[in-house]
């Protein structure tokens, strides 16, 4: 995942499904799964608008990742890019999702934890879905709903306002048992 302002990216790997250090034939055998899910002739006519519209951008994506990862040249520049935007990736520390407070944002929770400059390190549910860690509310208490096969996860999240950096720490044991703040 790349992480720029409060935003996470997948990487052209992570679109493909494919291990960054993949052969080419192994890139471009995902490439073609991938582009054969996602194309929009493939879709029924039945689908939901809004679930056209999401796999006519996932088609979008796996296309951009294949024109990277596809020409050797631009591939060694995107693997530069990753790798240093990665080494830029420092943080100040590490915190765990039990550290966390959580907000109501209508749709998805919002997980922050306090910046020293007054603002916050913020990832939300579907954020932490989209990782395989769903966020499960039961009463006023919070979970994650994750198989125990997962391996754990850590999330680089920048400060909204100043340019720090925490690392959140995530397994499948983790547990948020905070009440909703108001």
């Known amino acids: 995942m790349i992480h720029s302002g409060n ?21 471009r055998a995902c490439y073609r799964t991938a582009i054969l899910n996602f194309h929009p002739d493939k879709m029924q006519i039945t689908c939901e608008t809004s ?21 050797s040249k631009s591939r060694a520049l995107y693997d530069n890019d990753l790798q240093s935007m990665r080494q830029d ?11 966390l407070s959580i907000e109501d944002a209508g749709d998805v929770f ?16 579907s954020e932490l879905a989209d990782m395989g860690y769903p966020l499960m509310k039961n009463g006023s208490e919070f979970f994650l709903q994750t198989p125990k096969s997962l391996p754990p996860v850590s999330v680089v999240l920048p400060c909204g306002s100043c340019s720090l950096k925490v690392r959140l720490l995530i397994n499948a044991d983790s547990k948020l048992q905070t009440a909703l703040s108001n």
Do not use: M, P
Request: aromatic residues 12%; charged residues 35%.
């Open 51 to 71: 679930k056209a519209n999401e796999s006519g951008c996932r088609f979008l994506e796996v296309q951009r990742a294949w024109e990277i990862l596809g020409d």
């Open 7 to 27: 935003l996470t990216h997948k990487t052209h790997y992570e679109i493909l499904d494919v291990k960054e250090d993949a052969s080419f034939e192994e890139i």
């Open 89 to 99: 990736s420092a943080t100040a520390e590490d915190i765990r999702l039990e550290d």
């Open 110 to 125: 919002e997980l922050f934890y306090d910046c020293r400059c007054g603002d916050y390190f913020i990832i939300d549910s």
